[in-house]
Structures are given as C-alpha cells and as structure tokens.
C-alpha cells in the first residue's frame, strides 16, 4: 500500500508563507485526485484543497486566493503553497491519496502567530 509523508510544516508569522509537501512511496498516478485536509483542535477535519488525476482544482472558500494545490506525478508528490496565511489556518494539515478508500498520511502541524 502507498504511503504518505507529509513535510514542510511549522510555525510563521500572520502574512507568511509555507509550502507543505506530501511525497508518496507509490505512483500517485492511480488514485482519482489527492487532497489536503486540516484539522484544528476540537474541530472536524475539513477538506483544504484538491486535485484530480487530470489536474482539475478544487479548494474551500477559506483559502482560494491563497493556497495553491500542485502535482508532480514524475516525483510521486503533492504541494500546498500557502500564501498571506491567518492565525484561523493553525492546523495539523493531513495528505490524502482517495481512490476506492482514502490513504492518510500522519499529519504536519501548521501553527500561524498573530
């Protein structure tokens, strides 16, 4: 089973940026479209941002404008580039590979200072 690891978190000043990268141990290519989710404490995990296996975006209100998802399938890896980041975006940002299922990955904490 692909598995996924998560990288780039940490912590940055309000108007900042992050770019948070997810590398796969397998082709990325089979899976219908990898996402970015994010989960704040006490608060359901929400879809952030994703992509299709054809290159089609999808992102939540809360961060078009600012967040751009990418893709290099050559190299198994998924990209978040988080621009004018707010305090509200502290998170623990997942990667996710959804197929028939959903593969996870551990998470990378993203924390945004006011």
């Known amino acids: 089973q692909v598995r996924l690891v998560e990288s780039g978190g940490g912590l940055v000043q309000a108007g900042g940026s992050l770019r948070l990268s997810c590398a796969a141990s397998?082709?990325?290519?089979?899976?219908?479209?990898m996402g970015w989710y994010r989960q704040a404490p006490g608060k359901q995990r929400d879809l952030v941002a994703s992509i299709t296996s054809s290159g089609s975006t999808n992102y939540a209100d809360s961060v078009k404008g600012r967040f751009t998802i990418s893709r290099d399938n050559a190299k198994n890896t998924v990209y978040l580039q988080m621009n004018s980041l707010k305090p509200e975006d502290t998170a623990v940002y997942y990667c996710?590979?959804?197929?028939?299922?959903?593969?996870w990955g551990q998470g990378t904490q993203v924390t945004v200072s006011s």
């Open positions: 397998g082709s990325i290519r089979s899976f219908n479209a």
């Open positions: 996710a590979a959804m197929g028939r299922g959903a593969i």
